[in-house]
């Protein structure tokens, strides 16, 4: 830089006269830290943060990223790191074509559970179901078998097993063809790491600041997920419901019939309580209808 060179450039008066040759020096830091303040501002702007280089391949600061964030639309989660949150940054025009799509939806959700992004899912009310898998292979599912998956290295390959349809509330609601639910299979990184036990257990209260019933997310952690949902859905669909699915196996669209197979909903799952059964005596019982290793977030 400039201070470096100084000394070499200034005549030998200046040399010989201390506080000459100090000013000079003085100037010269000063317009160094003018060129490294313009040259680490262009930096930020980038963003060029990336994990696999030494020092975060050069660009250590990140103040910047909050305001890319939000100049781009696109949320950071709790553990993700600067250099997984600049990458969706740089690719932020990939991800608004893409969004109103199940794929696009499902990108945004995964970068928030990052850096190690669970299976997500998200499956419409006419049985198409779009999978995420967790080292990023695309999969859709469609009811009459004629879907598709794509791995991360590009190949693709037919999925010929039909969708298995869900019916979530056909039994108790009129039919609403125009939205979809999210699954999200967890534990995933802080702070969705347990079921948070279940209503009615003691040990969390309806009310209770920061926390929820059902998992150990917290509330602004439910509201930044539900938020960004919103944000890349398509305009006048809705997302009725985000399940958190606490067993891998559960919600596959290539479980087979007859239809409806257990685990599944089968039309009464609008009300946590299900079918009533006729126990005689005119009396009539209600049992559970949801999965019970699944939790079920209100939707946006």
Known sequence: MIADRIEGALPEWMLELLHWRDLAITIALGMDALIDGAIEFALAAM???NRFAPLLGGFPNTDALPLLGRDRRIVRGFTEGPEDYALRLRHFREA??????GFGVLEQVRGVLGPN??????????????????????????????GFQI??????????????????DSETHPPN?????????????PPLTGTGGVYGWGLRFYGTPLETLGTSSTIPHVAMIRGLIGDCKTEGVDCHKIIIAFDPDSFDPETPGPYPAAGMPDGWWGHHHGQPVDIGGGHLQRHPARLSTARYWRGT
């Open 47 to 49: 963003p060029g943060q």
């Open 177 to 189: 063809p125009f939205r979809f639910f999210i699954i999200i299979y967890a534990p995933t990184n």
């Open 96 to 101: 608004w074509r893409a969004a109103g799509t």
């Open 151 to 168: 791995a991360p290295d590009g190949t693709s390959s037919a999925l010929t097993a039909p969708a298995h349809p869900f019916d979530w």
């Open 117 to 146: 992004p669970p299976r997500v899912r998200a499956v419409t009310a006419s049985g198409f179901w779009y999978t995420i898998e967790p080292d990023g292979t695309r999969k859709l599912h469609t009811p009459d078998g004629t």
